[in-house]
Every structure is written in C-alpha cells, then in structure tokens.
C-alpha cells in the first residue's frame, strides 16, 4: 500500500495554486460507485446548502431509507435542468487538491463512457465490492486502464460491513487485484477498505477497520500526482483563423500548452517555416505585452508574411511537434463494421485532419476476453494498436510528451467512428528549416487541356517484370502525342537510375521509390500532362498511396500477363539471375506481387497485340473523362 506523494505545486492548470487532478472512478454494477462519489461529496463539504437535509427529507416522506447515491441521483436531475453541477465530471476539493471526478456511470454502455472518462484522468479509483469480490468486469476496467496509460490506480474495496469487515477478506481481494493489475504492469497506488454508506475509511479511519493502516480514500485522493501543468509543456499553438486588420496580418489560435511572448522565434509545422513573433494581439487592449501560458486565446502577428492556414501548429523552433506521414495509435473502435488493414479514414489531430489508411493492426484487443484475440480487425468496442498512413503531413505529439496534441479521432462516413492516443510518430528530421512557398503554374488547367485534348493524369501500370508495361507506356506515349497530347513516360528503371539512385530494395525503399514517382507524375498530371508510370509496384498499400497522392487523377491499369510469359520473355535477364541466386529480392520469382483489386483497366499482353491494348487504354481514358471524345476550340481559352 504504497502512495506516491506528492509535492506542492505552485501553479496548475487551471490557474489556481492548488493541484488539480482528474479521476475517473470505474467499477462493476452495483459496488458502490454512486454511494462513494455521495458520501466523498458530504465529507469533503462539497454538497450545495441543504441539500442532504432535503433529501433526508424526501426519503422519510416516500418512507424509503437513505441511500448516498441519491445524491448523486438529485444533482445529476440538476444537471439535466442546466442548474449546478454536471455529475459527468464532478468537482469538488480536498485538503490539498482539486479533484475533478469523472464518472462513468451505466452498464451498456459502459465501455464507452468508461474510455472516454479514462482517457482523460490523471488517476483512476476502481472499486470492488467486498462480498462479489473481484469480477470479469473489474479486470476489464484493470486492463482498459492499462490500456488507456492510466498508471496510477487506487482500489477501494467497499462494502466491507457486508463481510464484518474481515481483514483476511480484505487481504485475499487486494492480492488478487494486485496482482492482475501488476501483470499489466499498473502498481496500484493504495488499496482502502471502506464502507461508503457508513463512511468507514472515506474520510476516516474507524475502530471498525482499526486493523488497517494505510490511508484512506481522501488521503489517496490528496496523494494522486496531478498531471504535468500545461504551460511547464512545449509551446502548441493550433492556428484557428488568420485575420485582416488595417496593415496586420493575426493569426488566432488558443495556446494548448507552454507559452510565448512578443520576439520569440517559433516555426509553423507541418510546413516547418521559420519566423518571430513581432506582437501579440488581444482585445481591446492591444499588443499584449508579457508571457502569455496555456489556455489563453491570443492573436499574434509575425515578421514576415508567411502562408499560414487553419490547423497549422505554431511552436518555438528548439521543440517543435513531428511532421509525419505515418503514426502509429492505440485506439478504441466504436463503429460497428470491424476496423480493417486498407479501411480508408478521415484522421482529426486538433484541428488538422487528413485521409488516411490502416496500413497495419498490430493488436486487437476484446476488453471482455481479457486477451488479444487477433491482429486482422478491432471489432466494435474493442482497443488496438494500429499503423495510420496519412495523405497529408499533420504534426502531433506522443500522447506521453503532450496529451493536447496527442490525441485522435477517427471519422468514416461523416460520423466519428473512434479514438485514441498517438503512440508514436514516425517523422524525418528537418535538417534545415527553410521557408518553402509553392508557386502556382502561370497557366491555368482548362488552356493546357485546350490545348492538349486531354485532362492531366497519371497512368500507372503495374505488372510482374517482363510483363509488357514499358512496351504498352511507349506505344500509348506516342500515340498519346501523335494525337496532339502531352504524355511523359516515368519508367521505374529509369528513374531509379537518376532521382531514386539513393534507394534500394528494402520494403521501406520500395515504397519511397513508390512515394516519389506518384509526387512526380501528380505533379505533371496538375500541370495538365498525361504522366505514364510504368513501374512493377508490388505492394497493394503502396499503390493505393499513390492513388491517394494523385487523388481524382489517378488510373490503375494491371499488365496482368502469366508469371510463366513473363518468366519465358525475360528481355533483361532478371530471371535467370533470380534463379541462378544472384539478384535477390526480385519480384516474380516469389509470391510478392500483391494482384490489383479495383483496377481501371486490366490486360493481358499474352492474348493481343500492343496495338490492341493501346486501343483499349486510350477507350479507358476516354470513358473516364481524360481524353476528350470531341475536338474543343483550341483558342477559346489561349
């Protein structure tokens, strides 16, 4: 029975000189989770005046016993009338904290109220009712906890007058929850025996429990570390809206964590531009002089003019959050179709948001089995670690190194389907920050289109080696531009030859080698060319991102010739040397060629001639919109 103690600190959160910390209170059905939060309500003076004297009396005129979870009962009827206090979050204060309880009361839908509530606590109270002892549903709560990284937990065993208080039941109970939770690797921070309906050990220690020596639960409460106070964080500033006044340019935004002042060198992430703050703005006194901390809505104006947009981060340059592509996440899953490797997302960090894909699940967790159950889906109210890839850059934190920009939710169709913590963010380094500002085509896509007869695209064939792709690129290349069009052939070869040299064969470099031929040919295609990509492209995730890259302008076609032809052709001698041993990691001679699903278009370069398929590309790129079926006035828009 061990307590973290805590020391005092001089500054909190919530901008008092008193600690503030949160606490979910979990537990099975009917241990006691009402009657405690009421009689820790009444022993800490909490209650609003008179209150406990009226519902005295309303339970003598019913003719019913009091009981303290009316308590919670009337102030959560309050609640519900918009007058005092939200029991979801229950406030109230002891010796030397403010404590905000946050209940999660119900027993359908308890998991989601009770993930919610911990995601957000310092500390967690879990009870246990002395008679029932420890239930399924207590080692769910332990092992949601675990999950949800609530490490400091204290376990009041309740109820005690209903076992007279026996000490060797008391013992038997805390070695058993002990023990599961530190299998979690959860030390519990205090184990109490109480009876909340008596008051035994709440707030006192009674001749009824004489034989125990530890704290009891407001002491527990008193000792719970609150969390690190948001402004002692790094500075995140989430941009909210960019403002015109007169001859300044405001970015507004609320600080979330750390602090800045007028002169400081900050950068805006996840494009990594460097400026200084030149004031800070508020109304209606303004500029704001002095340190401005966490929670204040400030504006600011910079030094230079920049391009800044709504859910840009700002930070200070020696601790700026990660610009990623790629995080990982441990969620919890409330949809009801089952989260899957390739399920396409809407990913929200603050107020950045991004497409994403699942590209791994790396565990699955049923909190009712108590065990991971598999690693292909997280099923509805389940909890998993899951590999996110995001088509845009975002820039997060580890939920460990700052809760405010840490966490997630997940949306499918519109509606939130989940939630969670960022893990861990896998970003590059900036090896020099430099101010980077696109500049936009002094031509506008409808002239190059007039001119060409054709939208911009990108038209990736992929396909086993010797499969007929570079043949098929070619013929429809210059077919493409014997008709008055502009195609740029991108072959793999080629461009690993130059642009992609650095890159080998790992799975890491085949999807950059991937990554860095969508930008390129997205990038022709916006600048109304007809990029042909013919690149064997393996992997099915890292097509799908580059279908992601180039969005709307994308057309998969699958060179799907035999392995067999491919193997029989082998213009370069690549098989032979796989064969022989001598070129490793060669796609075609093992099975990780990963067949399109969903393709544009599908051939077989075994069965017709190149003319033929050629016939057929250019009939696709009619149907969907990139070639133009009718000649368009070519000065109309020149």
Same mark, same amino acid.
């Given at each position: 029975?061990?307590?973290?103690?805590?020391?005092?600190?001089?500054?909190?959160?919530?901008?008092?000189?008193?600690?503030?910390?949160?606490?979910?209170?979990?537990?099975?059905?009917?241990?006691?989770?009402?009657?405690?939060?009421?009689?820790?309500?009444?022993?800490?003076?909490?209650?609003?005046?008179?209150?406990?004297?009226?519902?005295?009396?309303?339970?003598?005129?019913?003719?019913?016993?009091?009981?303290?979870?009316?308590?919670?009962?009337?102030?959560?009827?309050?609640?519900?009338?918009?007058?005092?206090?939200?029991?979801?979050?229950?406030?109230?204060?002891?010796?030397?904290?403010?404590?905000?309880?946050?209940?999660?009361?119900?027993?359908?839908?308890?998991?989601?109220?009770?993930?919610?509530?911990?995601?957000?606590?310092?500390?967690?109270?879990?009870?246990?009712?002395?008679?029932?002892?420890?239930?399924?549903?207590?080692?769910?709560?332990?092992?949601? =906890?675990?999950? +949800? @990284? &609530? !490490?400091?937990? %204290?376990?009041?065993?309740?109820?005690?007058?209903?076992? $007279?208080?026996? *000490? /060797?039941?008391?013992?038997?109970?805390?070695?058993?929850?002990?023990?599961? =939770?530190?299998? +979690? @690797? &959860? !030390?519990?921070? %205090?184990?109490?025996?109480?009876?909340?309906?008596?008051? $035994?050990?709440? *707030? /006192?220690?009674?001749?009824?429990?004489?034989?125990?020596?530890?704290?009891?639960?407001?002491?527990?409460?008193?000792?719970?570390?609150?969390?690190?106070?948001?402004?002692?964080?790094?500075?995140?500033?989430?941009?909210?809206?960019?403002?015109?006044?007169?001859?300044?340019?405001?970015?507004?935004?609320?600080?979330?964590?750390?602090?800045?002042?007028?002169?400081?060198?900050?950068?805006?992430?996840?494009?990594?531009?460097?400026?200084?703050?030149?004031?800070?703005?508020?109304?209606?006194?303004?500029?704001?002089?002095?340190?401005?901390?966490?929670?204040?809505?400030?504006?600011?104006?910079?030094?230079?003019?920049?391009?800044?947009?709504?859910?840009?981060?700002?930070?200070?340059?020696?601790?700026?959050?990660?610009?990623?592509?790629?995080?990982?996440?441990?969620?919890?899953?409330?949809?009801?179709?089952?989260?899957?490797?390739?399920?396409?997302?809407?990913?929200?960090?603050?107020?950045?948001?991004?497409?994403?894909?699942?590209?791994?699940?790396?565990?699955?967790?049923?909190?009712?089995?108590?065990?991971?159950?598999?690693?292909?889906?997280?099923?509805?109210?389940?909890?998993?670690?899951?590999?996110?890839?995001?088509?845009?850059?975002?820039?997060?934190?580890?939920?460990?190194?700052?809760?405010?920009?840490?966490?997630?939710?997940?949306?499918?169709?519109?509606?939130?389907?989940?939630?969670?913590?960022?893990?861990?963010?896998?970003?590059?380094?900036?090896?020099?920050?430099?101010?980077?500002?696109?500049?936009?085509?002094?031509?506008?896509?409808?002239?190059?289109?007039?001119?060409?007869?054709?939208?911009?695209?990108?038209?990736?064939?992929?396909?086993?080696?010797?499969?007929?792709?570079?043949?098929?690129?070619?013929?429809?290349?210059?077919?493409?531009?014997?008709?008055?069009?502009?195609?740029?052939?991108?072959?793999?070869?080629?461009?690993?030859?130059?642009?992609?040299?650095?890159?080998?064969?790992?799975?890491?470099?085949?999807?950059?080698?991937?990554?860095?031929?969508?930008?390129?040919?997205?990038?022709?295609?916006?600048?109304?060319?007809?990029?042909?990509?013919?690149?064997?492209?393996?992997?099915?995730?890292?097509?799908?991102?580059?279908?992601?890259?180039?969005?709307?302008?994308?057309?998969?076609?699958?060179?799907?010739?035999?392995?067999?032809?491919?193997?029989?052709?082998?213009?370069?001698?690549?098989?032979?040397?796989?064969?022989?041993?001598?070129?490793?990691?060669?796609?075609?001679?093992?099975?990780?060629?990963?067949?399109?699903?969903?393709?544009?278009?599908?051939?077989?370069?075994?069965?017709?001639?190149?003319?033929?398929?050629?016939?057929?590309?250019?009939?696709?790129?009619?149907?969907?919109?990139?070639?133009?079926?009718?000649?368009?006035?070519?000065?109309?828009?020149?």
């Amino acid at each position: 029975m061990n307590m973290i103690v805590t020391t005092a600190s001089p500054a909190t959160p919530n901008g008092t000189t008193r600690p503030q910390v949160r606490i979910v209170i979990v537990g099975h059905v009917d241990h006691g989770k009402s009657t405690l939060v009421g009689r820790l309500l009444h022993e800490t003076g909490s209650l609003p005046d008179g209150k406990l004297e009226m519902l005295k009396a309303v339970s003598a005129r019913r003719g019913m016993a009091f009981e303290w979870s009316f308590l919670l009962d009337a102030l959560q009827t309050e609640r519900d009338q918009g007058i005092t206090i939200d029991t979801t979050q229950i406030r109230f204060r002891t010796n030397s904290r403010d404590i905000v309880l946050i209940d999660a009361p119900g027993h359908a839908e308890f998991l989601r109220n009770m993930i919610t509530g911990a995601s957000q606590a310092d500390g967690a109270v879990l009870i246990i009712d002395a008679l029932e002892g420890v239930r399924d549903q207590t080692r769910r709560h332990g092992y949601l =906890l675990h999950l +949800l @990284g &609530v !490490k400091q937990v %204290a376990i009041v065993v309740n109820k005690m007058d209903r076992v $007279d208080f026996s *000490a /060797e039941r008391f013992k038997a109970i805390s070695d058993e929850i002990s023990a599961h =939770l530190q299998s +979690l @690797g &959860v !030390k519990p921070t %205090a184990v109490i025996p109480i009876s909340a309906r008596d008051g $035994d050990g709440v *707030a /006192e220690r009674t001749d009824r429990i004489g034989w125990y020596k530890g704290p009891t639960v407001v002491e527990a409460l008193d000792r719970l570390e609150p969390a690190r106070p948001l402004e002692a964080l790094a500075l995140r500033l989430p941009v909210q809206a960019i403002y015109k006044f007169d001859d300044r340019r405001i970015v507004a935004g609320r600080i979330e964590s750390g602090s800045l002042n007028a002169g400081d060198e900050i950068v805006i992430m996840p494009a990594g531009k460097i400026a200084k703050i030149k004031t800070v703005e508020s109304w209606p006194v303004t500029p704001v002089a002095g340190r401005q901390g966490a929670g204040r809505s400030v504006g600011i104006t910079l030094d230079r003019e920049l391009f800044v947009e709504r859910g840009d981060i700002i930070a200070h340059t020696a601790a700026a959050p990660r610009e990623t592509r790629r995080l990982r996440a441990r969620i919890f899953w409330l949809h009801d179709k089952p989260l899957a490797k390739g399920d396409q997302l809407l990913v929200r960090c603050g107020p950045k948001e991004s497409r994403a894909t699942v590209v791994a699940i790396e565990k699955a967790v049923d909190p009712g089995e108590l065990s991971s159950v598999e690693n292909k889906a997280i099923g509805r109210n389940h909890v998993g670690e899951i590999d996110i890839s995001l088509s845009n850059p975002i820039a997060t934190d580890p939920y460990t190194e700052n809760p405010r920009t840490g966490r997630l939710v997940i949306e499918v169709s519109g509606r939130i389907a989940g939630g969670g913590l960022v893990l861990s963010v896998d970003a590059g380094q900036r090896a020099v920050p430099v101010d980077i500002v696109p500049v936009e085509s002094a031509l506008r896509p409808d002239e190059r289109s007039a001119r060409y007869r054709h939208n911009g695209a990108v038209v990736w064939l992929t396909g086993l080696p010797a499969s007929g792709k570079s043949t098929l690129a070619k013929a429809l290349e210059r077919r493409l531009f014997t008709n008055g069009g502009s195609p740029i052939l991108l072959d793999g070869d080629t461009v690993r030859a130059g642009l992609n040299s650095d890159l080998g064969f790992s799975i890491a470099d085949r999807s950059e080698n991937i990554r860095r031929l969508a930008e390129v040919a997205t990038h022709l295609a916006r600048n109304g060319h007809i990029a042909i990509v013919a690149a064997v492209s393996p992997a099915r995730e890292d097509r799908a991102a580059a279908r992601r890259i180039a969005d709307t302008a994308f057309r998969e076609i699958h060179v799907a010739t035999p392995a067999d032809v491919c193997e029989e052709r082998d213009p370069k001698g690549h098989y032979k040397k796989a064969r022989a041993g001598a070129l490793a990691s060669f796609t075609g001679i093992g099975n990780d060629y990963e067949t399109p699903q969903g393709a544009e278009l599908v051939i077989d370069t075994s069965t017709r001639s190149v003319a033929d398929a050629a016939d057929e590309i250019e009939q696709m790129l009619k149907t969907t919109g990139v070639l133009f079926d009718e000649v368009v006035d070519l000065a109309a828009n020149i």
